[in-house]
């Protein structure tokens, strides 16, 4: 039995606010558990030098942690005076994933800065973030469509993510913090709504893990993505 | 008529919601009409290198802001490499406001540190964190007391915190941002629950302002902290 | 009796050395008592990024002290790597202090960069600079006269600045070092020579501290800057 | 045909050479094609304050690129003042994976350090890096066994990495550059001498890919990396 | 004829003014010229990691320029966040030459840290940095003896310095701005009292020079030197 | 006889390497000895902003050191944050030091980044790097134009450098580390091929020297650097 009591291919209760954040264009609050991610889209009319008259869009992504969202208390990043390599890893992979379903042609020159603040962590932060940027981002162009500064949504597909782990030598899906610090292997799969692969990354805690385990872990994502993508469509209004 | 059409002496919507964060020892969520700021108090059974020794505890206090708290999405401190001086200015005025209500004394050698977070912003950020790390910060002395590590709640009395402005020559009690941007002068007060004075924060945004005015701005901050020490008290029991 | 023997409404012995950097546009060494601060204003011809294009002036402070301006050495900002809290929370008030008394669409696109560096320190350095930035800033723009960049001076007015604090629970005016780190409450007091108030900061150090004494001491910085708006006029020639 | 010219699982020409720097305990100059890389361990008596006292050691890693390694000159990370979270990531990864394959309690307190240091860039500098590495620190374990430092060599097995990538749907190994700018997806994985992964980072470039093609792409990393370890064994004389 | 119009060997007028910073334990102004320095030495009874437990004092030194000690605004470091590379190169040589007149030994474990901040720039501000941070050394190793931390002073000759240069082909000494920026060779000599060289830095600006021209200058120097000597014996009431 | 037993006016053994990395314009790998630092000149067709619009190109040098080129670990540059002292008064000696033979005019407005990057250090590497990095940007001038970029060579001479130090009160040649450590005096000379000084640093790292030492170190370097010349001509095949 792992430590959450969960079945080995339960999500926890997973819970999107679409729109909880006043300002932003797009935003959704997400929650995964205990796990509570704000997600917020801000669109600039601009892009960074590299993309500067090629008529293409970006879309980024910047994460980060409230001190206390954690059991300790996290030193607070803007104080140490930089991120830490964690967050430099995560805010990648966030940007990453999202722009894998976006058709950066049609969103012209506009960037969208996706902001992913955790405001408690229980484990599986990053994977919770692309679940809900996305929906962040979906409404945002929404929005951009509303001020018809868009003709259509640039979004080509849905895009979440979710972890999974071995315990006790079994797949078991959607780590909590309590899982993640014990599991053998984590890895964290972002998949599309049409079922293809965006990122893989899985890692052995201490024993290596074999290909079979890997294909394990794998089928239990697909199954908890096509959950996702139906709460990122609810939250939608699809 | 002020922008936000509340009489002169009206104080916007608050809710204190104390333990809004899961893991911080002592926590309050704090709104003011839509301003909205995470305040959580964590304790450290240890002190800065000044007071070692010296059996006397330490309050200290930080202050972030998420980047889409505001209309316009603000850079990331943590990005950016630095806090602000706004920033530090104002985390150094939360922290000088709460040590003003606490017998150092009775903590011994422990430190709490208050976090601040602005989700949402709307004018009026510091003073709500005044007062809701004040609640976050009773709650997390009584958690010591409860885990037997103080025998007595060290806080000496209450202390909350408002705005106030000069609209149209005439004193207005807490100023939302719209008001904000376009008062003739800004005030923030920082008053005890036994009528005294903490800090006085006064400065004129163009025209000088006169002695009387001053007085009219501190009668509004009576008026309205003797509301937010009200809402203190039933947000902890009391 | 106050530590320095002075009457309570008694300044310190003023001296303002208009013209006393060789190379600035504007400049005033100003002592009170031992306090030293060399200001000097420097003339550049543009604005920052926020103001280009709209036809307005800026002023705007930096601030420093001299490692063994102290007592005990004090570490070079410069060599730490960053300016401390206290730094930037001292030029953003000069700054705005000064920005009270200059009309900014008088200046046209011009920065004006008022450095205090203060070369020995014994309480009251924030105010002393205020004082003495004043009388280097109305030098600049008399040098730009003098050049035909400006036809007439921007200055609106006079502005100047004093502590002030509470000994013995009774006001007392222009606080030296001793006086400071004793004191029940400390408070900055940025007035106009029409009478005005540009900016309050009072802090109680320990007791909090009534409105009556507020008063009185705003009644001593008023007689205090009575006194140093009489050396500005004599300083600059007026 | 892929870019190269290569067979679809052919590698580059591997070229390992231990002992390439003088000063270090343990070193391996690896060549992949024309991708070089120098590898140092570096062996210090005391671990990380997280680990003092719990008589376990430590191995990290660190990562570098001379600034022109590459086809056009990038910015060297000291004169900018920070390393890029490409850096923090690849270095992170590098300290994962040999930790993988260290009993750290074998080692007593003790850290190693691996220094991996591009000279040339010419595609998969990240694996390139373990598979260097892991000489190094074999070399740096049997310096310490010589100088009776340790008893026995706490490396328990071998790790190397190689990437993979999706051409023209199909999948290829050990991507140049050249490759790698025009690959649809690209993958590294890092394996054991048994047979184990310790990591899997696959990441779609444009298009999704398939479970098939994931596997399709380990495939070829079994292969690639069985003949890494043979030049592994020669390497270190085994 | 030279810029300044001064005869080739001839020296700028040299004042030292010992004692000038009140809380130092050492100190003295130093102009020669226009060009004026503060130089201040701080005592602190301990020493440096790399000497602790060794019996051996530190003398070390660093070095700052007010932003408007120049005829255009200099960036003021502190803001920009780091030391510019000529300012550790002119900190690090002061200490240098310091420290080849002190014996260490016979210090104790303390440290002196030399604060020398040039007010206003008009040429050979690291020279008169060294001239007048020998008198303020010296008066700190007094109050050491007058306080019996010292029973001797650890000085063991003078050390100054002073800058040369080659204009119209010519040797010329003590180089103001204004020749400084036009010369085709510029060179700074520190020399101790007994006739040794401590250190010579001679660039050619343009055209390299000969042997035969960088004896010329050390022949200035040591005439220049001769008479900065005469100025600090009598500056320490030798 | 001093330590490494060569005799006083021998270099070490010289193999100058050009070409030595593939990807930029100009490079050379140069080896004294054990040291050995590698040297690349990167060409970019644009100039700093203090040389925009003059029509003048720009010659500048960074240098860097492998964590592991040295007997103990040393911190890697780019993790700490900040380059030391002693590398940027290295880099702004070579850039000064290869300025000194170039028309700077003539190679109209392109920027030539030297990048010396030592990977093994046993003393002299700030020599090294000059004498090749001077191959280094020789080639590069070459290579411009080969691709017709440049019509001749902007290089007007040739510039080497070596140092020199005092070993047991003699001149000794081109120290190793362990005689660098342990020398008198240490002095770096940077001279031309038609025989002029453009550069001379001399310090003594105990008892300062005489002149006449001065000159005996200044014998050696010519000599040194006779050969450091040929060996030069020989890599460029002239």
Known sequence: MRPSGRAADALR???LEPGAARHAEGSCRIRMGLTEVLCTA?????VPGFLRGKGEGWVTAEYGMLPR?????????????????????IQRLIGRSL???VDRKAM???TITLDCDVLTAD???????ITGAWVALHLAFEHCISKRVLARNPIT???????CGLWDNEPVLDLDYAEDSAAQADANFVLTGAGGIVEV?????????SEAQLLGLMALAKKGTAELFAAQREAIGA
């Open 13 to 15: 209760t997973v819970i």
């Open 42 to 46: 801000s669109v600039e009319g601009r």
């Open 69 to 89: 969202a954690t059991h300790k208390r996290g030193e607070r990043e803007a104080a140490r005076g930089r991120q830490s390599g964690r967050t430099q890893e």
């Open 99 to 101: 722009r894998a379903v």
């Open 108 to 110: 012209g020159e506009m």
């Open 123 to 129: 484990g599986g932060t990053r994977c919770a973030a």
């Open 157 to 163: 597909g849905q895009v979440a993510a979710v972890s």
């Open 201 to 209: 990354q899985a890692t052995a805690e201490g024993t290596p893990f």
